[in-house]
């Protein structure tokens, strides 16, 4: 397992000695890509944790590092800090947060229900009111500010989207927002790391390299979610909303032809968005309909400092995780392939 490393500061910077901390609590709500990610980092910090996940999975497996690498089979080794609940707002599972509690920090990472409404402020809004917890977060998305046209989004920008599912997320903003826990409200773009990269794709020769004139992309590295996270819970912000997304958006061609030159292999023709978009899935081609770049400047203004300030170096450090340490990034620095 590679070695961790703080999710809030460059790479090659020397990790400066954690500052000491009491210990913290966590309810983690939904053990997804973004969850158990936090999970890791949480235990390594000595935390204790409770995550929720879907009743009917594996929950033995949920606990994997790095993040959805682990086989579906595997099973960990008990964690005395950690404890896995269920929760399934469809079939009315609900943990009892009362015996579970206090939590010094609760962060929602679960999506809207069908009908957009929040699973977690409908079944749990209550106890959660109860229990006053000194800090909530939620995980949304940038696809509220909807098309801009390339333009660029900041957190003083109204929502706009008329995507189906952007409007549910700002449903479910609103709800938090009026639900007495004074949440801080982190808006995600395209989210990206081991385990959920192009590196597979190309591999498997799955990966398509669609070209439409003028779109660019948003984008953060999981890492930086949870660095994130864990830097606006330490200094208490809260009861507002924050972009957290690299510095540098730009056409997925650039992401995928940096990842196939890290690879060394070729990439798949290139096919024009109109020509394929009518044989697109509804949420593939709802990415393509809006066109905008998400400013970070707030989220850097509160000293936050991005692990990896563009996609990049993400990349590297994701393909330097899934293959195990057998990638070494110095090799392609020296072919003038990657600065640094």
């Known amino acids: 397992m590679a070695e961790k490393v703080r999710a809030d500061v460059n790479p090659g ?8 901390r009491d210990p913290q609590r966590w309810l983690v709500l939904g053990g997804g890509y973004c969850g158990m990610r936090l999970v890791d980092q949480l235990l390594d910090l000595g935390d204790a944790v409770v995550v929720t996940h879907r009743a009917g999975t594996n929950r033995h497996a949920i606990h994997q590092s790095p993040a959805s690498l682990a086989p579906a089979t595997w099973s960990p080794r008990p ?13 009315g599972i609900d943990p009892d947060l009362g015996a579970l509690g206090p939590f010094t920090a609760v962060l929602s990472t679960i999506p809207p229900g069908d009908a957009g409404v929040d699973p977690v402020l409908d079944r749990l809004g209550a106890a959660l009111r109860r229990s006053a917890p000194p800090w909530v977060g939620y995980l949304s998305t940038s696809g509220v500010y909807g098309d801009l046209q390339g333009g660029w ?33 982190l808006r995600l773009p ?43 819970q330490r200094h208490g912000y809260r009861d507002t909303v924050v972009n957290v997304c690299d510095a540098l958006p730009c056409p ?35 990415f393509w309909l809006e066109n905008r770049r998400v400013s970070n400047r707030r989220l850097l203004s509160w000293g936050y400092v991005l692990r990896y300030p563009t996609y990049r170096e993400g990349l590297v450090a994701t393909l330097a995780e899934e293959s195990g340490g057998d990638f070494n990034p110095a090799h392609h620095r020296a072919d003038g392939l990657l600065a640094g």
């Open 13 to 20: 910077v020397p990790e400066p000695e954690r500052p000491q």
């Open 79 to 91: 964690i005395p800090q950690l404890q896995v609940v269920a929760f399934d707002s469809v079939q």
């Open 252 to 286: 997925s061609s650039e992401l995928l032809g940096l990842a196939a030159r890290l690879l060394g292999c070729p990439l798949p023709p290139c096919e024009r968005y109109r020509d394929v978009k009518a044989a697109m899935g509804p949420m593939a081609r709802s």
């Open 153 to 185: 989004a900041d957190e003083s920008l109204p929502p706009r989207s008329r995507i189906t599912r952007s409007r549910h997320r700002i449903d479910c903003e609103a709800a938090w927002r009026a639900s007495g826990l004074a949440p801080l409200i």
């Open 190 to 232: 395209g989210i990206y790391g081991p385990g959920r990269s192009p590196f597979s794709r190309l591999n498997q020769r799955r990966a398509r390299l669609i070209h439409k004139p003028g779109q660019v992309f948003s984008r953060v590295h999981v890492d930086d979610v949870v660095g994130a996270v864990l830097w606006c």
